[in-house]
């Protein structure tokens, strides 16, 4: 392993996202130490992910909902695999059927992680936990749609793998993190059986 030295750390920024400066050194590929460096990073906290597959209606479920960032760099509708951030100190696999619920108002029985992996290491510390689960008509408990109190505004889509897999294959899906599921689903078409 590596070695680094902090020297210092402090939050530019402590809101919603949070903003660091630390000045550090790390030990370079030759085995010297590099210069003093400050870098920033940002701190979201990590989040819960699931690619869900409906058993009953042979369909997966996705949502849609507007996305500042998005917005900005085009559409700002983004169709995705159901997420959300998972509080300090909470199971993930309590927090993604939370999120299930919420989202798209079915409570799954169980759930397969997938991965888990950083969304952008050179910019945030966020990980995502990605998981596998089915549900049916029996899990159903609520329309979803999202928390009015989080004024969440979630269309609820019901997609067949093959057209999930067209829609990735025209671009039509820029989400890493469904882009990841996507894949994973097309190596793993078994699990849906």
Not at 72 to 87: D, P, S
Request: hydrophobic content about 40%.
């Amino acid at each position: 392993m590596k070695e680094v030295i902090v020297h210092s750390r402090q939050w530019l920024l402590e809101g919603f996202l949070k903003v660091e400066e630390v000045e550090l050194q790390f030990e370079k590929l030759d085995g010297s130490l590099s210069p003093k460096l400050k870098r920033l990073s940002m701190e979201r906290g990590d989040a819960v992910a699931a690619l869900v597959w409906h058993t009953e209606k042979e369909k997966l479920l996705f949502t849609r909902q507007f996305r500042l960032p998005a917005y900005n760099k085009g559409e700002g509708w983004v169709t995705e695999v159901i997420a959300g951030g998972l509080k300090q100190g909470e199971d993930p696999e309590e927090a993604m059927k939370r999120e299930i619920e919420e989202e798209a108002g079915y409570l799954p029985q169980e759930m397969t992680h997938i991965y888990t992996f950083f969304v952008s290491p050179g910019g945030t510390s966020e990980r995502i936990l990605l998981y596998f689960c089915k549900v049916n008509e029996q899990d159903k408990t609520n329309e979803g749609g999202g928390l009015a109190i989080e004024n969440e505004d979630i269309e609820i889509l019901h997609i067949t793998y093959t057209e999930f897999f067209n829609a990735m294959d025209k671009g039509k899906i820029t989400d890493a993190k469904t882009l990841i599921a996507g894949l994973w689903l097309k190596g793993n078409l078994g699990v849906l059986m």
